[in-house]
């Protein structure tokens, strides 16, 4: 039912609801080295929830959804807001591509995953040089 409210009816009692919390995703973002990686690119696969890295490679995901799989992602060019973009994008568990990726799933009973590690490969840069001389002109 669509209720409206505004100058000529600013007031409509007794009306109840009730807002379902939501559930939080938590952990530690590392290099394939395991040093801490600040500053980088972390959200869920259907975005929204995204935000940097804390300096210690912390992160909670809050406000998510219970119920519902989920999968993380941290690392790429996800946005422009964050510093620490060398990274390769990942998801949760080291799949590279999201068809892939183990999701997870809260709930009422569960509502926050806590602890989990997430470790990021730096890109690969191949390189080359083509003689000149290997070619006719």
Do not use: H
Request: hydrophobic share 35%; with cysteine; net charge negative.
């Amino acid at each position: 039912t669509l209720l409206t409210v505004d100058s000529g009816n600013p007031n409509i009692p007794d009306i109840n609801f009730t807002l379902e919390t939501g559930g939080s995703i938590s952990g530690i973002v590392y290099d394939e080295q395991g040093n801490l990686q600040g500053g980088v690119p972390i959200d869920v696969s259907t975005g929204g929830y995204g935000r940097c890295t804390e300096s210690n490679g912390s992160f909670t995901l809050g406000g998510l959804p219970l119920n519902t799989p989920i999968k993380i992602k941290a690392g790429g060019v996800q946005w422009g807001g964050c510093p620490n973009q060398q990274f390769v994008q990942e998801f949760y568990q080291d799949a590279f591509f999201e068809s892939d990726a183990t999701s997870i799933t809260l709930d009422s009973g569960t509502p926050d995953a806590a602890g989990l590690s997430i470790y990021l490969a730096f890109p690969v840069m191949l390189s080359m040089r083509i003689p000149t001389n290997r070619f006719p002109t």
